[in-house]
């Protein structure tokens, strides 16, 4: 998949939400950009993310078999999460071709919240599970493709780092952990831990994010295979020192940070060569006055 800057620009076109929901179509003689998937990627990146999670299974495995780690130590407690991180990301990555679906995305996470809100009254774990992935997978590249701009992506990651810390701290999150109630197992996502008595959870809107910023490199051409494992290695950072810890700590600050760091460079040519809306205007007659 071509991510040069000359390819971009011969590539790049007005942007609006229209265009990128209706596939095909010819708004006023603009041209309209879509996703631009390339399966060859896609496929690459699920194996990366299955060869990962393999070497982590049988590394956990091995570590177990040779008494090499403490059973009941953080640090077994730590991999045995990371593994249902992984999983859970690859999971949300791997569906990323879903952005193809535009408007049905809308009807794609209803369905699946129906299925989430099913499986908790019948108490089916591994359902309940995957439909809150799909749903929020679905959701999340929903939002990507309202997105119009570079701008608008930037603004996204500088607000989820503020409002994440903020809710985790103070906010709604503190205080739903706090009384216990029914709405963290309805928010959460339960992933699995391998070959441990514990829970672990992430919350649904964490997957979100994820997805979205995996949807923006389909969108605007970025890193998609690196962009995908520096955001789930940032999940495993962020839980690594929770457990460490022993305390919550916010996700989506990491996840920003490290989709800023992967594609800075690209992200800076994007912003440059985004249309200026006044010169435009007065270019084409369409911002003068008849």
Known sequence: MATGTNHYRHTRVEQS?????????????IPIRTPSLNFSVELRTAFVFAGIFIAGVAALAALLFTESINPESSARLGVSFALGLIAACAISSTLAFLI???????????MAALAAAAAIWQGWGPVEGLAKIVFATSAGLWIALMLTSISQVLLICALVIGVDIWSVFLGPTKKMVESGGPWIDYLTINLPVFGA?????????DIIFFS??????????????????????????????GVSLEIGVPALPLLSIFFLLVNADLLYL??????????????DGRGQKP
């Open 212 to 241: 979205l910023f995996v949807g923006c490199t389909l969108l605007w051409r970025l890193r998609r295979t690196l962009t995908a494992l520096a955001l789930t290695l940032s999940f495993v950072s962020t839980m690594l020192v």
């Open 270 to 283: 994007r912003f440059l060569a985004e249309p200026d809306e006044n010169r435009r205007g007065r270019g």
């Open 100 to 110: 193809n679906l535009q408007h049905w995305l809308l009807l794609l996470a209803l």
């Open 197 to 205: 008595d514990a829970v672990s959870r992430l919350g649904a809107s």
């Open 17 to 29: 939400r229209v265009a990128r929901l209706y596939r095909g179509k010819d708004l006023k003689g």
